[in-house]
Structure formats: C-alpha cells, structure tokens
C-alpha cells in the first residue's frame, strides 16, 4: 500500500529560480493538505484541497507561493521566484473523508536557497 | 479558533523508563486530538487518534494517551520507553467538520542507555 509520495526528497537552488515540488497522494483520499516545517515557526499548514479544489489557501505565505491540483493523482507546489527564507521542509499529507479523518504525510522535501 | 499547548520542548529518559508527554489544547466543543511521531528526515506518523467514546485511547507502538476534558489535556504516555523512541512528538487538534489540524510545537523525546 504506497503512501503519499513526494519528489524531489532534496532540492538545492539559487534565489531567484523557479522550484516545483510534487505530491502524488493516496489512491482514494479526498484531501491534500501542504505544510511547510521550519525551526522557527514549526509546522505550518500552506493551503489545503478537497477533491482537487483549493479550500483554504490562507497560509500561503506571499503570491510568489502557489499550488495546483490538477487531478486526483497529482499535486504541485511552486515558488517563483524563489528566497533563502523559503528553505525549509515541505510536506504533502493527505486524508480521507467522512469526517476529520487522520491526515497522512509523506517524508518531505528538503528545500535549500542559496 | 483551536489551539495547542506542548509545555516540554525537550525530555531526555532512560531506557525502560516510564513517558509521559503533555499536551493542552483549546477549543470550544468537542475536539479531535491527534498525537504525531516524527523521526529525523521523515514525515510525521499517526500514533494515536482520539474521536470520541473512551478516553483512553491505545496507539501503535505500544503508546497510549488520555483525553481529560476537565483539564483540557491528552496527554501521551508509554510504560517503558526503547531507544527507538527517540524522535518528536506532536500533538494535534481537529474541530468537526473541518479537516484543518493545528499542530503543537513539539516535543523532542531523547532517550539515554
């Protein structure tokens, strides 16, 4: 049974480039949720779908942050242009639905700005 | 809005020992708590879920945790801790009908021989 799955796990870039980071979910869970870990603000909770729609996308941190979900399988979080205050984790976690189903996460992607 | 409260940012105990770790939340009905194991360069794990019904509430890996509505707590605990315990641990708190969680901040559990 393949959990959520994230790619790259490590990303290296200078300011300014273009970052994607990818999310595929768990066959059959209605809600993707994307988190961002730092040491200083811990865990935060960016923006979240329910069946590929964006729901509550109130923790984006600026329009330079953005997320698609184009289909049930896929999800995309981009940064454009990228900062050294974006380095950080991001995590994709997903759960079912039928009420506060418990969310499950992939292992992250380690993301570092130059 | 919800909130949670973990009061130990670290705790160190023996193998074998006995583990209680805290966690107070706020919000106003009935909630949905969570406790979440994270590993170095891993995602966070489910341990436990709480719903409703009974209050003590046991978990994979031999943990447990209580929800005490009078206190405001759900805190997690384990008689006899393995040194693949180590990792951190966050509690987490749902509200019905909206699946966004609010995590705590963690707690690092160390583990000495």
């Known amino acids: 049974d393949a959990g959520v799955i994230q790619s790259p796990r490590h990303e290296v870039t200078e300011m300014g480039q273009e970052v994607t980071l990818r999310c595929k979910p768990i066959?059959?869970?209605?809600?993707l949720f994307w988190y961002r870990q730092t040491m200083m603000r811990g865990l935060e909770l960016l923006i979240y779908f329910n069946n590929n729609v964006p729901i509550d996308d109130s923790g984006m941190p600026e329009d330079r942050f953005s997320a698609k979900m184009p289909n049930a399988s896929f999800s995309t979080l981009k940064i454009q242009p990228s900062e050294p205050r974006d380095s950080a984790v991001y995590f994709c976690?997903?759960?079912?639905?039928?009420?506060?189903?418990?969310?499950?996460f992939g292992d992250g992607t380690r993301l570092s700005i130059l | 809005a919800q909130s949670v409260t973990q009061p130990d940012i670290h705790i160190t105990v023996s193998e074998g020992a006995s583990l209680e770790l805290r966690c107070n939340y706020s919000?106003?009905?009935?909630?949905?708590l969570f406790w979440y194991v994270q590993s170095p360069g891993q995602g966070l794990q489910l341990l436990l879920k709480?719903?409703?019904?009974?209050?003590l509430v046991q978990g994979i890996k031999g943990f447990e945790a209580e929800f005490k509505r009078s206190q405001s707590s759900f805190n997690l605990r384990k008689p006899s801790v393995h040194w693949s315990d180590a990792a951190e641990y966050f509690c987490a708190v749902g509200a019905q009908g909206n699946e966004k969680l609010t995590f705590g901040t963690g707690t690092r559990l160390t583990i000495i021989p």
């Open positions: 709480y719903f409703s019904g009974d209050t």
């Open positions: 976690a997903t759960g079912g639905s039928g009420g506060n189903q418990p969310q499950h």
């Open positions: 919000y106003g009905a009935t909630p949905y």
């Open positions: 066959s059959g869970h209605d809600y």
